[in-house]
């Protein structure tokens, strides 16, 4: 457990206070959790206070560009196995995000962190954690974030002085070669399905082989290091060779590889991974993502999808054809504005489906569904495309605000 500090000083306190107001002013104004605002004024307060509010804590930062606000959610119900935790459940994962959550935590024993990959190295310098849990770089909001070699580099640099174990997917060369600069690394065996980011040598530029599970570069000689901890199916092989079964309540292999980085990343903590991985079991649903919601006579399942990767990763757990599907695309400034990533997801694996089409971008992304040959109907509203679906049950994917103005409108 990290050491007990001294009691906040009079300005973080002050600050904290400010932050709180400022976030349930932002609340009554319906403006959502009020955490980014609130963490914002805290900080202007006292611009040490991200440093001040994480010292007693063991901070766990997890970062990717999918699966970590699922994977904290998993990692931060197996810690509770040892102590009280403060987490930032809901996603606000930017220092302001991470500020507001910690001023909670003042009993705390661990602070378990969803980081923004592009404030991962800030962050990590300002909380000092005893754990960096890294899980894919893939292309994201292509008209800000930086390329991913690049956010690769980044995290190397920002890690190779840290003291911090890294937990790192072995199947993702990206993040083998930002994890190996680190002193301590625990690989795992998490998988990579989409791989159109990193066929390319992150070491020298070198074009990759990918025989069979592997992978590495004939020219440097950069490869897959070996794991100790390795999704097999159903199962979490930890480093002894046991087998320990995943039986979560969220779908999907993704999930099972989320909640292989969580138990590796849990026994850090002396949390053994049949605990680790019973306690996850009761998570059902991560900031509403998965949940499934009766609206219209239907019942709607809500899907988070924000880059070709997890579109990928989606349609793998849509019910077969012919379920109907309802898809959402916004360009608002927190999803980046830039729709051409549109063009990189396979909408062909769709074939089948009933497909309606909705959201701000619904003409960019009914443009895509042409030439991808999928049939498809074009609506204004979430009502007016479920009017057109038979009852039942609805798959319906949205990237990040799109996902939102669907929970508004659901009651979720």
Same mark, same amino acid.
């Given at each position: ?81 040892? *102590? ?14 991470? $500020? ?78 930002? +994890? ?44 897959? !290091? ?18 320990? !079964? ?13 909640? $292989? ?5 849990? +026994?850090? /903590? ?17 900031? *509403? ?19 070709? +990767?997890?579109?990928?990763?989606? /349609? ?49 992304? +009914? ?8 049939? /498809? ?23 990040? $605000?799109? /996902? ?6 659901? *009651?979720?």
């Amino acid at each position: 457990m990290a050491e007990s500090t001294q009691p906040l000083s009079a300005r973080a306190r002050l600050a904290v206070t400010a932050g709180k107001a400022a976030a349930a002013v932002s609340r009554a104004a319906g403006r959502g959790s009020g955490s980014v605002i609130g963490g914002r004024v805290a900080l202007k307060l006292d611009p040490e206070l991200l440093s001040r509010l994480a010292a007693h804590l063991d901070v766990v930062l997890v970062s990717a560009t999918n699966g970590k606000t699922t994977t904290t959610r998993l990692l931060a119900e197996a810690l509770r196995a040892g *102590g009280e935790v403060v987490s930032n459940a809901l996603g606000a994962n930017m220092p302001a995000g991470i $500020t507001s959550a910690l001023s909670s935590g003042a009993q705390a024993r661990y602070g378990v962190l969803e980081v923004d990959e592009k404030y991962l190295t800030s962050v990590a310098a300002a909380v000092s954690p005893k754990a960096v849990a890294l899980l894919n770089l893939s292309r994201d909001q292509l008209d800000r974030a930086a390329e991913t070699r690049m956010l690769a580099e980044r995290w190397r640099e920002g890690l190779k002085d840290s003291k911090a174990t890294v937990v790192a997917n072995a199947d993702d060369p990206l993040v083998v070669w930002a +994890a190996s600069s680190a002193t301590a690394v625990v690989w795992v065996a998490a998988g990579q399905e989409w791989k159109d980011d990193a066929w390319s040598c992150p070491a020298c530029g070198g074009v990759l082989q990918r025989p069979g599970d592997s992978w590495g570069c004939g020219s440097c000689g950069f490869s897959r !290091p070996t794991p100790t901890w390795v999704l097999s199916g159903d199962a979490v092989l930890d480093p002894h060779g046991s087998a320990w !079964p995943i039986h979560l309540q969220l779908p999907g292999r993704a999930n099972k590889a989320n909640a $292989t980085t969580a138990a590796a990343t849990a +026994a850090l /903590f002396g949390v053994p991974p049949g605990l680790a991985l019973q306690r996850m079991q009761a998570v059902t649903a991560v900031a *509403g993502r998965y949940d499934v919601v009766s609206h219209q006579g239907r019942e709607i399942r809500l899907l988070l999808a924000k880059n070709p +990767a997890g579109w990928l990763e989606t /349609f793998s757990l849509i019910d077969p054809p012919p379920a109907p599907v309802i898809l959402s695309v916004n360009a608002r400034s927190a999803d980046g504005t830039d729709t051409s990533w549109l063009w990189d997801v396979d909408y062909t694996r769709l074939a089948g489906h009933p497909v309606a089409v909705i959201g701000d971008r619904r003409l960019d992304l +009914a443009v895509r569904l042409e030439v991808a040959g999928v049939d /498809f109907r074009v609506f204004d509203t979430l009502p007016q495309a479920l009017q057109a679906c038979p009852p039942g049950r609805v798959e319906a994917i949205a990237n990040y $605000t799109a /996902f939102q103005d669907l929970r508004r409108t659901v *009651g979720n």
